[in-house]
């Protein structure tokens, strides 16, 4: 409810979007996502279900993908 | 007053404001113009050009489908393909295609005044290479994210699949050449600058193995401890500087410094990119994006005068920088900022992937185009506030002006460009350098240029520092394009060296890398040689070979366009991608044929070498010329052979398009469209119709 919000809250709450762009934005949650993502896409048990990447194998494909094409111009 | 009242008086304020900014700049004629002119001009402009161009090219031209589902939904693994947020995906891009380009090309074109140059800043892009970006990737995203080399195989044939591959790959070998110069002429014979990047090499293998094995994918904090140390190189590059037993072991020559270039390139491109290559982009990414913001806030808040006039008399070919008359050298020196081809290999293949809507694709390939532009006028603003006798001081190669300071300084004050030994001295001071004159390149001028900036905003006793902070970001980031560009290069040459023997293929074969790494450092190593010896700067001759290199991309990208929009049945619209393709081969010819055949030695190849020879054979070389004489003749004709080249891949891929269409009016067989099914988004149920 509008009333009961805190004058501190709005600061915060553009903050945490921020942060949140930010952390997108240069990938630092990309394994989080990813980690929602084969959540959703394997529920367990069913029979697609493989285990998920770890994290430094995650990085290390991410990272092969991008730098085995034009990832940065002139 | 209703919304939409409103909305059309904004928009035609807007478009009256940018109208008499641009009329403002192009009339006046005054000791100096003030730069926020042309921010505001360029800022109308592109705010037009987005508003009304694009939304029709997106509406009636391409016909984005909001409801169509991307590569990023269908092929979504949460990996590569990820449905992404239509802001973070312009970062991505933005970041991807922001290079030094646009900072480079502009400063070395303001030799003919600031007038013709912002002119085709903004022409260009609104009308060509915004297009040209936001076209690509639609037609790469209906086809599921495919590459701009496999489009053109798809959609022209054989042979325009071929020429675009080929071409790609020379424009990397070219404009890896070129950079590498760029750098040199920064750092011969600054210790300051050597020093600093020498620093930066440990510091990213350290926030790399920082990322790889003790905290996976922290990019943030890897980054911000990584820049924290960057800054430490640069204040310790000063202290080096000021020590005089340290300050000598840095004190490199220019062909010591290309050395370092080729066997760091072919280090940086053997090395697993984990330990140098992807920790240092992340860097640069940052401090890239740092500065522009910066320098963006400075501009606005300095409102500082341009002192370069509005045309010089260096527009009849005569420039010292580079030689050529405005027409065609202009629109070849900038390419990046207006036009630049090697976008399109972004736009295909990479963007696509992260793409959740169509609808996103105005915003992300129009818009981060014309934020480019912006860059690029920024660059322009830059080297302007310089008194354009130091712009020319700094610009200006020994052969041209003299290799004594005396007689630069001469020469200059003698075009109307006044500039004394005492201020170019006092300046070399004040930046922490021992001479300014002959940096030609760019680089140095704009960092001149940016520390004047950002001394006066932010402080003025910190020139020095400002000046390499400047120094050592172009630097790093014109290094992240070279290894980029050599990895990418040495796939390329592997994929195309695997016809010939199958082993070259195995992209993580050790063997296979170290031969084709060493194949293609060897070919932009050849160039940056031969750059770094000419006795006219190397500019002169790379520069315009890269502008014909990137436009001959773009020229290729626009026939695939135009090829697809035909095919789609829209001829009507095929003046949207096939203008801005016409004036390029306009260009290009133009520029390639007096680069090859012009009668005039300093601009002509063949006439060049001619020349050479004859004074060779005459003896009248000075000694350090007549050593390398019979090379740089050979390296001359190579250039021609390689202009020539160039123009012809340009006018094979046209025609195979012309052909192509003319088939299809006539109602042959041509190759069908590549486009894949009509998939129905799920990601926004809003955008679904409910079913029966």
């Given amino acids: ?74 | 007053m209703s919304k939409k009242v409103l909305s059309s008086f904004m928009w035609i304020a807007i478009a009256v404001g940018g109208a008499s900014a641009i009329g403002g700049i192009a009339i006046h004629r005054g000791e100096s113009i003030n730069a926020i002119w042309f921010v505001a001009a360029a800022v109308c402009t592109y705010l037009v050009g987005y508003r009304f161009y694009s939304a029709w090219i997106c509406a009636r031209v391409l016909t984005l489908d909001e409801t169509r589902a991307t590569p990023a939904e269908r092929f979504n693994n949460g990996r590569d393909f990820v449905p992404t947020n239509r802001w973070v995906t312009f970062g991505h891009h933005f970041a991807a295609i922001a290079g030094p380009g646009p900072l480079i090309g502009p400063t070395l074109a303001m030799q003919f005044g600031y007038l013709p140059g912002t002119l085709w800043i903004l022409a260009g892009s609104v009308l060509g290479g915004c297009v040209q970006d936001m076209v690509i990737l639609f037609f790469s995203t209906r086809r599921d994210g495919r590459s701009l080399g496999q489009m053109a195989r798809d959609e022209l044939g054989l042979i325009g699949g071929w020429a675009a591959m080929v071409g790609a790959m020379l424009i990397m070998v070219i404009l890896i050449a070129v950079l590498g110069l760029i750098i040199v002429n920064a750092m011969k014979h600054s210790p300051w600058a050597t020093s600093t990047l020498l620093g930066t090499i440990p510091v990213a293998m350290l926030i790399g193995i920082y990322m790889r094995g003790i905290r996976p994918g922290r990019v943030l904090e890897g980054s911000l401890i990584g820049i924290s140390l960057l800054l430490v190189c640069v204040v310790g590059g000063g202290w080096v500087d000021r020590n005089e037993s340290l300050r000598s072991l840095f004190d490199w020559s220019g062909e010591s410094v290309a050395r370092f270039v080729v066997l760091y390139g072919f280090a940086a491109a053997t090395l697993p990119v984990w330990l140098l290559l992807a920790p240092r982009d992340y860097l640069s990414t940052f401090l890239k994006l740092g500065v522009v913001f910066m320098l963006a806030i400075s501009i606005l808040f300095l409102a500082p005068e341009m002192k370069m006039p509005a045309l010089t008399q260096f527009v009849d070919g005569s420039g010292p920088i580079f030689k050529g008359t405005l027409f065609p050298f202009v629109f070849i020196t900038i390419a990046c900022g207006a036009v630049s081809g090697f976008h399109s290999l972004v736009a295909s293949g990479t963007t696509p992937k992260l793409l959740s809507n169509e609808r996103d694709i105005r915003l992300i390939g129009y818009g981060s185009m014309a934020l480019e532009s912006l860059v690029g006028i920024m660059a322009v603003i830059a080297a302007c506030v310089l008194d354009p006798g130091v712009y020319f001081a700094i610009n200006s190669p020994a052969g041209v002006v003299g290799s004594e300071a005396m007689a630069a300084v001469g020469t200059i004050s003698s075009w109307g460009f006044p500039v004394s030994v005492e201020q170019m001295e006092m300046l070399a001071r004040e930046v922490g350098e021992k001479t300014l004159f002959a940096r030609t390149g760019g680089a140095p001028s704009l960092a001149v240029g940016m520390a004047t900036i950002f001394s006066s905003t932010f402080g003025n006793s910190l020139l020095s520092l400002w000046y390499h902070f400047a120094i050592m970001f172009e630097v790093l980031f014109i290094l992240t394009t070279l290894d980029a560009g050599t990895r990418v290069g040495r796939f390329m040459l592997q994929d195309m060296l695997k016809h010939a023997w199958k082993p070259m293929a195995k992209l993580s074969s050790y063997p296979a890398t170290v031969i084709s790494s060493g194949l293609f450092v060897a070919a932009w190593g050849y160039f940056l040689w031969q750059g770094v010896k000419d006795p006219l700067g190397g500019v002169n001759i790379l520069w315009p070979l890269f502008g014909i290199a990137n436009q001959l991309l773009a020229g290729i990208a626009l026939s695939v366009a135009t090829g697809i929009i035909i095919k789609m049945g829209r001829a009507r619209f095929a003046w949207v991608t096939g203008v801005p393709l016409a004036w390029l081969a306009v260009v290009c010819t133009s520029a390639a044929w007096e680069k090859v055949l012009s009668p005039n030695p300093a601009i002509g190849f063949l006439s060049g070498a001619a020349r050479m020879q004859q004074q060779f054979l005459a003896g009248t070389l000075p000694p350090d010329q007549a050593a390398v004489a019979p090379q740089l003749i050979i390296g001359q004709q190579i250039d021609a052979a390689l202009a020539l080249f160039f123009v012809f891949v340009l006018w094979v891929v046209i025609i195979e398009m012309l052909r192509m269409s003319l088939r299809f009016r006539a109602g042959k067989s041509v190759l069908p469209l590549s486009e894949s099914a009509y998939i129905q988004t799920r990601l926004e149920p809003a955008l679904v119709a409910p079913s029966s």
């Avoid at chain 1, 959540?39 to 290390?60: D, I, M, T, V």
């Fill in chain 1, 1 to 74: 409810m509008m009333r009961h919000t805190k004058p501190v809250m709005i600061l915060v709450k553009p903050l945490k979007s921020f942060w949140q762009f930010l952390r997108q934005v240069t990938g630092d949650d990309a394994y989080e996502r990813y980690r929602a993502h084969h959540a959703n896409a394997h529920e367990p048990g069913s029979l697609c279900g493989e285990a998920p990447l770890g994290r430094q194998q995650f990085f290390k494909l991410r990272q092969d993908d991008k730098w085995s094409k034009v990832s940065r111009c002139c």
